[in-house]
């Protein structure tokens, strides 16, 4: 008999076979650059936690930029040497290089500020090498639950950070710097996070693990609630009840709805006052010095969408260049709504192109969740994803977060997701006509010329 044994297929190592006749044919991918990947992950270490913001003596070392180089040498060397090459490439990725291109070309045109919009521009365009490299690199799901584990500890770890710097400051805002500078990008982060944080809880063995991601949780839920933000919160509830539906409805965990439930009432009652204040200022009471402000906030908001719409109509189709509204808008404020923030910086194209990136995740995530080869464990994060996803386009509606890189993660993650599924079913089944040896043999070769997926070893 001739064996087929796909190593892709199989966890740690573990070879399937597949009989063909007398003889042993091995299907072996050709392995990823190691060197690219730890630059990949350290690039998100560095990214995500930011470290060089709250360890002392990392602040004089410019840790992104190091990383950043790394990373796009790394993908520079891994060119050609990795399982998937350049032209695989799914059409997200030519929406997001694309969207880039024109963001420069803004930059270039722009009637505001060209110099500011090139070099936002520029720090941006980082995501287009990260995204590549991740797609490139990331061919089975063991990388990326690695990566998601990065992604979640290191949010985990700016919220007791966070919390613990600000303490006796109220509302928390401004204690760790670059993409948690701001209290709605804090709380951004954190709920886009808490998803794959739940996934890794349901996953976790040990008794340890599990009260370590219980307490990240649960100090990620508090921390949602000291940012006092209105969309993070708004964010959190939509998200929320589409994880439920993936962990506690169709996964048959109800217990979670009641825990979740329980929880958010502690949370309310302990750190939830800020927030309903401001919750409350939306109608136009105003008894308190915090409703006050966030009355105030509410108004300049309800402004600078009019402001937005206004140079949309001015420059429709290259925008006024990145991050170039706080000084259109005369106030030096941001527009609190991420679809209008890129149409009025990038223009009209670039709205479109941004939203065809972001349903692409959504048509992949939906293709991983009909394969019928997911494991109980993939399946969670699958689902943790897609809440993810769906707290993101709905809470972008009140927050400008179009240049975070989180969102544009998830995208790659759900892009390499259904990369492996197409890969896995790629793999040639031999058809039980067919007696002869030789055949088979011939037809396994034809499919890996087809594919230059995987190389036959005799």
């Not at 001739?2 to 063909?20: C, H, L, M, N, S």
């Not at 991740?134 to 990388?143: G, R, W």
């Not at 990008?185 to 599990?210: E, S, W, Y």
């Amino acid at each position: 008999m001739t064996t087929v044994r796909d190593k892709a297929a199989e966890p740690r190592g573990k070879v399937a076979e597949r009989q063909i006749g007398a003889r042993s044919i091995e299907l072996r991918k050709p392995a990823a650059p190691t060197a690219g990947f730890f630059w990949l992950t350290a690039f998100y270490v560095v990214y995500c936690a930011r470290p060089e913001d709250w360890i002392p003596g990392l602040g004089h070392i410019p840790l992104a930029k190091i990383a950043g180089v790394f990373a796009l040498l790394a993908l520079l060397t891994s060119l050609g040497r990795t399982q998937r090459k350049i032209r695989d490439l799914p059409r997200e990725a030519c929406y997001l290089l694309v969207m880039i291109g024109v963001l420069f070309l803004s930059a270039v045109l722009s009637p505001v500020w060209k110099g500011g919009a090139f070099s936002n521009t520029l720090d941006f365009s980082k995501v287009s090498v990260l995204w590549i490299l991740t797609f490139l690199l990331v061919t089975d799901f063991a990388k990326i639950r690695r990566l998601l584990y990065i992604q979640s500890a290191s949010v985990a770890i700016i919220c007791v950070v966070s919390i613990i710097l600000a303490h006796g400051q109220g509302r928390l805002e401004g204690v760790i710097g670059g993409i948690y500078s701001n209290s709605n990008d804090l709380a951004f982060a954190i709920v886009l996070t808490l998803p794959i944080c739940l996934a890794f809880l349901l996953t976790a063995k040990g008794v340890l693990i599990r009260l370590c991601w219980t307490a990240a949780i649960l100090v990620m839920g508090l921390a949602v609630f000291m940012t006092a933000s209105r969309a993070g919160f708004i964010s959190l509830v939509i998200s929320g009840i589409v994880c439920l539906w993936h962990f506690g409805v169709k996964g048959r965990r109800l217990y979670l709805i009641v825990a979740s439930v329980l929880v958010l009432i502690i949370l309310l009652v302990v750190a939830g006052r800020p927030l309903a204040d401001r919750l409350a200022a939306m109608n136009g009471r105003v008894d308190t010095q915090e409703e006050g402000r966030a009355y105030g906030s509410y108004e300049e908001r309800k402004y600078l969408i009019n402001k937005a719409i206004v140079g949309i109509e001015h420059y429709p189709i290259l925008g006024i260049g990145v991050r170039n509204f706080e000084t259109y808008s005369g106030v030096w404020r941001e527009v609190h709504m991420t679809y209008l923030q890129i149409a009025v910086e990038g223009g009209v194209p670039s709205l479109i192109l941004y939203l065809l990136f972001l349903a692409s995740a959504f048509r992949n995530l939906r293709k991983v969740r009909r394969s019928l080869d997911l494991d109980a464990q993939t399946k969670l994060f699958v689902g943790g994803l897609h809440a993810s996803m769906i707290g993101f386009v709905i809470g972008a509606l009140f927050a400008p977060v179009a240049y975070q890189f989180f969102p544009y993660f998830y995208v790659a993650y759900a892009s390499v997701m259904a990369e492996i599924i197409k890969e896995r079913e790629a793999v040639p089944v031999p058809s039980a006509a067919a007696t002869d040896w030789r055949s088979r043999y011939r037809m396994v070769r034809a499919r890996e010329r087809k594919s230059d997926d995987f190389t036959l070893v005799q």
